[in-house]
């Protein structure tokens, strides 16, 4: 998670909590922000696809969580959805955390990643490119029973109508 605060991202994230009441500010314990994907392209597609609601779900190398050291999300935490250029474009809690094996991984949740076809053999032959990138950029190496957290989310702002 690249959790970037530039003074776009700040200012979004105030319009939001100016829309909430004292007490839901005061519920909300984790904020970061980030873009899915690893390129401009995919980065923009995906944050259209998750504005839009097509996208409610993600997932991640659990195993890259220890090597960035970084805290695995939890229901309830926000994230600021950006583009490429770390433009916000909407902000999503997570309501449902899971692990899983990449091979575990169901057709359910690659159609909520909203991507490609939305079927689990376009989310297969997409991802073990992905995650053998990630894993050699951690100096590891990818194996298809290595866990993935499995992230499902819900736009909070701006409201989807």
Request: aromatic share 14%; glycine share 4%.
């Amino acid at each position: 998670m690249k959790n970037i605060f530039n003074d776009y991202i700040q200012n979004f994230l105030n319009e939001y909590f100016s829309t909430l009441s004292f007490k839901d500010k005061s519920k909300i314990t984790n904020i970061s922000s980030d873009y899915f994907c690893a390129d401009k392209k995919n980065a923009d597609l995906c944050s259209d696809l998750v504005l839009n609601g097509v996208k409610t779900a993600s997932c991640s190398l659990k195993e890259s969580y220890s090597h960035i050291e970084d805290e695995l999300p939890v229901i309830g935490d926000l994230l600021i959805v950006t583009n490429w250029e770390s433009t916000p474009v909407c902000i999503v809690e997570f309501i449902e955390i899971s692990e899983v094996k990449y091979l575990e991984v169901d057709e359910l949740h690659a159609f909520k990643e909203g991507e490609g076809d939305r079927t689990l053999s376009w989310w297969r032959d997409v991802h073990i490119d992905f995650f053998t990138n990630e894993c050699e950029e951690l100096g590891i190496t990818f194996d298809e029973s290595m866990t993935l957290v499995l992230e499902y989310f819900k736009v909070v702002y701006p409201k989807l109508s």
